[in-house]
């Protein structure tokens, strides 16, 4: 069993920046692969980021591209995601997952745990 919780959401004006960070217990961190996704009013769950279990290899949706950094440190059991460059069409609740096991990076089914989400607003 394993818990995430999300935290530095908040609001931000376009252009500017936030971290979230995901903090993670019940398990052996370093053991499980990390994903970030982004949920928009009135639409699905969407791909933002994935880590792997060493962090020596990220994948990133194209609109994020250049903006966003996934990161993690296994000592500290957490997973980043470094948005910069924020925009209006950012805006979402942003949630971290995990993965024991992972074939598709950017499929939500393949992930096991899911935190609560943090919200993040964009303003214009």
């Known amino acids: 069993q394993v818990q995430l919780v999300e935290s530095g959401g908040g609001l931000v004006q376009a252009g500017g920046s936030l971290r979230l960070s995901c903090a993670a217990s019940g398990g052996t961190f370093s053991s499980y692969r990390m994903g970030w996704f982004g949920q928009a009013p009135g639409k699905e769950r969407e791909f933002v980021a994935y880590?792997?279990?060493?962090?020596?290899?990220?994948y990133y949706a194209d609109s994020v591209k250049g903006r966003f950094t996934i990161s993690r440190d296994n000592a500290k059991n957490t997973v980043y995601l470094q948005m910069n460059s924020l925009k209006p069409e950012d805006t979402a609740v942003y949630y971290c997952?995990?993965?024991?096991?992972?074939?598709?990076?950017?499929?939500?089914?393949?992930?096991?745990?899911w935190g609560q989400g943090a919200q993040v607003t964009v303003s214009s």
């Open positions: 997952a995990a993965a024991a096991r992972l074939s598709v990076v950017s499929t939500p089914d393949e992930y096991d745990y």
């Open positions: 880590i792997s279990r060493s962090g020596g290899t990220t």
